[in-house]
């Protein structure tokens, strides 16, 4: 008993370090318990609690890193707002597709427009349908809104669209609500006038403007416009009416072809009543001219 | 007469180990509330490991490696780290340094350049124990790891050795009576 006593007091560093190795690896092993947990908690809301009351101090280093994570992530959620942006708007867009698929007396191919180009005041929209999807030339094209253009080209798989904000467009048009039949082009701003109104004839600011049955290339009842404005010209028997557009130029992504093409017999009937009417036209001018002529021959003869 | 050298021992005792209580509250106090100022790429300085070689140096074997067990103890508690991994490295550490520990020769070692490089060797060690149960449960490599925190953390823990070191130099010397 002596001699271990005296081999415990001769050796008591090695076996104290050696307890305290054990105590602390039996702490390790035993760091899940519950006990140690909850005594943990206590000393970490102190800890917490004192970190609190200095939490004034500023540090640069924390705050430079929480500026940097911070603008990156700013970066990050911009781009995500703006792609939720451009999908609500897609949305909006096809929610009201979706309604005019459903009300429309006519049948719609639904397309998409892959360019939009502006070429000497002629403005033209390409579509990713073509003649593999019964498109043709003649076909009338329109937005959610309303009319938006005529298809003046196709091949396969594309098509062209000539816009309403183009010089040569005549549109046969009638208001809505007064009935009154004008034809509406397009004068190179904002804006498309309805021609062809007399001052006389009552036209209300606010009416809507559709295709009429005047029409051969255009199916009837598209909305086309509203009116904005009726402007009286200055020594001219008609009245200017501005008419706002359905569809802003070159606003949509998405648009609808409609599956109507005029009547072949309909339409021939009607180009060989205009060259007929041409011909008796230019009949006419040639019998005045020859008229005149013999005229201006007879008195230059008395003359003489 | 007796009673009174007992008398006398124990308060110098008391007045000591008073002494290093209150470096460790005050150490304990700037880890809780400075350290993340003074973090570069968050490897910070372990200041304790240097308040335990500095007890061992100047108390002796048994009076560091207990030292080294509490301290580390109460450093796992305050840091919400796993309880007994610092107990366990820092008593390593201490048992490491008491090789170092010269009776006669306390005030050379603890004021000179040794204390430097012993505080240096007890960083380095008390880092490889800790960091071998600090990444022990995740994938990623020993050797890498202590490369990058092991060694950076000795480095800045021996700047703050140096400046224990130019504390004491005679020029800078402050007395404090108690």
Redesign the interface.
Known sequence: MYKLLKLFNDFKDYFIFLILIIVSLSLISINSKQEIGGFRAVIIGGVGYIQKLFSWIPNQDALRNSNKTLIELNIQLSKEVAMMRKALHENNELRSMLNIVSNSQYKLIPCDVTSKRSIQMRNFATINKGTADSIQVGMSVCSEAGLVGIITSASEHFAMVELLNNRNIKIPVVSLETRLDGILKWEGDEYLYMQNISKSSKINVGEIITTSLFSSKYPNNITVGKIVKVAEEPGSYFSKIYVEPACRFFNFSQLFVINYVPNPEELGLLKEFENEMIMIENAKKDRQKSKKNNSQDNSSDSKK | MKSKNINSTFKWINKTYLLYFLWIIVIT?FH???L??F??MDVTPDLFIIIVVWITLKEG??AG??A??VI??YL???S?D????N??SK??AA?IV?YFYKENKINFITKGYQFILISFLATLIHNIVYFF?YIKTSEQDFLVFYLKYGLATTAYTTVFAILVVLFQMPSNRIKINV
């Open positions: 106090v809780i509330i400075f993340d100022l973090a570069i074997r048994l490696i207990l080294g067990f580390g103890l796992d508690i305050i919400a796993v309880v007994g991994t107990a366990f008593t390593i048992f008491s149960f």
